[in-house]
């Protein structure tokens, strides 16, 4: 059994995951302040409430973007399970042929989601990571990442927009019940909702456009399930996809001794 964790800016993914099943899926706050300690009985507890073992653990490995946090996740798997988590990162096979101006600037989510990516979905391939930050990648037909795009994500734009007006309140993130709102809540909610749709949409086009041809589009994310729903393109939602890109890349790499 493999443990598999995504450090994300705002959540740390983690998953237990047998070579072609994922256990479950879970989601913690991303928090600095927390010692290897806490971060261990966090892990265990998830662990204890799916009912396994850390015995049963026979692996790890980490993909993130917050690299003060990830040494302090890897000291916290190795007190409860014994294992030295591999780390998404140089020295590491990943079987990715990425056509970047510096290929070591591509971030680890961006990677781990194009190695799931082309292994499960047909090419040429658009991935839609909605976090933090709205990350697009393109995948060509030859199974090459050709780079992408970064977006405020949805809650950055939102907060950045609540914290810098005076009279604008702070709201949820269900949908509105009409397009055209009629106060100030709904206006706020067609607007954060239906905007990030819009641009989705349109950057699809644009790349579909610039490619050619069209793609397959997939999204992950914390905030996919909120906006996907909204957008007018076919767009797979895959909430597992950047687990199922972590336990490719341990096998890939364990098969060679690692």
């Known amino acids: 059994m493999i443990l598999a964790i995504d450090i994300g800016n705002t959540n740390i993914v983690l998953g237990c995951m047998t070579e072609k099943k994922i256990l479950f899926t879970e989601r ?50 190795y007190k409860i399970t014994g294992c030295t988590a591999m780390i998404v990162g140089p020295g590491l096979k990943t079987g990715l042929n990425i056509l970047m101006d510096n290929p070591a600037q591509v971030g680890s989510d961006l990677i781990v989601g194009a190695v799931a990516g082309i292994a499960e979905y047909p090419l040429p391939l ?55 709102g009629k106060n100030t809540i709904e206006c706020m909610k067609s607007g954060i909702l239906y905007g990030n749709a819009s641009c989705i949409d349109g950057m699809i086009d644009r790349i579909e456009e610039d490619l ?47």
């Open 126 to 180: 658009t991935i839609i990571d909605m976090g933090t930050a709205t990350t697009i990648c393109v995948i060509d037909g030859n199974k090459n990442y050709i780079g992408g795009m970064i977006l405020p994500g949805l809650r950055v734009s939102l907060d950045s927009l609540t914290s810098r007006t005076s009279q604008l309140p702070r709201i949820s993130l269900d949908p509105p019940k009409r397009l055209i």
């Open 28 to 77: 913690l706050s991303t928090d600095h302040a927390k010692t290897d300690l806490e971060h261990a009985i966090s892990i265990k507890n998830v662990l204890e409430l799916h009912q396994i073992d850390p015995c049963e653990i026979e692996g790890a490995i980490i993909g993130s973007v917050v690299p003060p946090i990830t040494s302090l996740i890897r000291k916290a798997l």
């Open 212 to 258: 050619g041809q069209k793609t397959t589009v997939v999204a992950t994310g914390g905030l996919a399930g909120t906006i996907i729903p909204l957008c007018r393109h076919n767009i797979i939602l895959d909430d597992e996809l950047l687990l199922k890109g972590l336990l490719l890349i341990y096998q890939k790499n364990i098969s060679d001794g690692r």
